[in-house]
């Protein structure tokens, strides 16, 4: 999904961005709370020290692929909308509806609700020491947090930007203290745990998966970085240097962190701490160690008032195309926030919530997020030979794009072959049954449907003095 641009009339914070500028966005939007959810469960299915840091290296390298595939057409086709334009041009209109079907139900919403998850883990930690936290206070502090954001950013851009600025630097100063914490204990021979640390269960394909879900989770964002093309100079030179440059640093990041985490803690403990960041905080912080549970939950809650802000992308160019009611592409017309697409993000991450636990909602969203990713790359192979005519500033070898579609359908298939479940089922036929939707509300348009879906708007756009876009002044 597609962030607010950066040039917008209500957003217009920057209005060049250099080389450096670049490279530190791309560092700043990809690093989040995933860095501090998933280590564990990364290490759980690969049961080793040596694969779980080779897993989180190749993790880097396919985001980095990607973001080189995805950068090809943000700068090929121009329009807003992100994967929903490029399957359009690529496929139609009903691969196109299907993607935002999928993340108006399940992509965008499942990830507000596992940050506000890791929110409420790191919160309620530090007063359960020794011991997970009982799961009420985690669902309980997680539903506060998502509904204190989404109120936020419905009542507010201002305030939501505000947030948005103070908590995106929280959450560099926890990475560089665990990073130079790190280094400090290496220099001081805390070596032990590394040793024989490729020892561990036999591998599968599908455990393998599994690990890359969970490790990819921390780079979510590679796939909006050309979305920065507007505002940067000389973008054909500057954006693949971006990429380049930005995403391995965050690789160097997140590796550099792991490492940190197993000169205290062994394969065991890391896998039995209730909270990685604040297990590794008591034994190296003390009597300090309250910063590091502080500032990952200021982490979290910046990376989910960021998801939320930018939840009104999708809506507002999928509402153009009448792919959803166009009542969530609405802007309220006093305090000029996309209302109706922010509850209604907030009104389905808390359904996630409820029942959801983090490593089940990753696997997931992932699982989803995987098939789309396959589908947008496999359309920009065949546009190389359907659409020769589009200007392509940036091209990368057509050798990228085969290899990042091969490595997602890998990551689809793998999970479903060799431990097939059946909510892996269940996302499969949620996707398909936006066709039942599509069929009966766009294709043909039934009169019935019509009168349906009418009266509803009519009735939120009054409850909500919410307004299309084009009528909002200026």
Known sequence: MEPLRLNSPNLNFFSQVGLLSGIGLIVGTVIGSG?????????????????????????????????????????????????????????????????????????????????????????????????DPPTIVIKCLAAAALFTITLVNALSVKWASYIQNFFAAAKMVIVIIIIVSGIVLLAQGNTKNFNNSFDGPPLSVGTISLAFYNGLWAYSGWNQLNYITEELKNPNRNLPLCIGIGIPLVTVCYVLINISYFTVMTSTELLQSPAVAVTYGDRVLYPASWIVPLFVAFSAIGSANGTCFTASRLPYVAGREGHVLKVLSY?????????????????????????????????????????????????????????????????????????????????????????????????VLFIISGLVFYVLFIHFKFSWAQKISKPITMHLQMLLEVVPPEDVPE
């Open 331 to 427: 802007i309220n017309i006093k305090r000029l926030t996309p209302v109706p697409a922010i509850i209604f993000y907030g009104a389905i991450a808390m359904l996630y919530i409820i029942p959801g636990d983090i490593n089940t909602l990753i696997n997931y969203f992932s699982f989803t997020v995987w098939i789309f990713y396959g589908l947008t790359v496999l359309g920009l192979i065949v546009m190389r030979f359907t659409r020769k005519d589009l200007e392509r500033p940036i091209r990368v070898p057509l050798i990228i794009p085969i290899l990042v579609l091969f490595v997602s359908i890998v990551l689809v298939l793998a999970p479903i072959i060799t431990a097939p479940e059946l909510p892996y089922l269940y996302c």
């Open 35 to 131: 860095i501090f959810v998933s280590p564990k469960a990364v290490l759980a299915n690969v049961g080793a020290v040596g694969p779980c840091l080779v897993i989180w290296a190749a993790c880097g390298v396919l985001a980095t692929l990607g973001a080189f595939c995805f950068a090809e057409l943000g700068t090929m086709i121009t329009k807003s909308g992100g994967d929903y334009s490029y399957l359009m041009e690529a496929f139609g209109p009903i691969p196109a509806y299907l993607f935002s079907w999928a993340s108006l139900m399940v992509t965008m919403p499942s990830s507000f609700a596992i940050i506000c998850l890791s929110f409420a883990e790191y919160t309620a930690a530090p007063f359960y020491p020794g011991c």
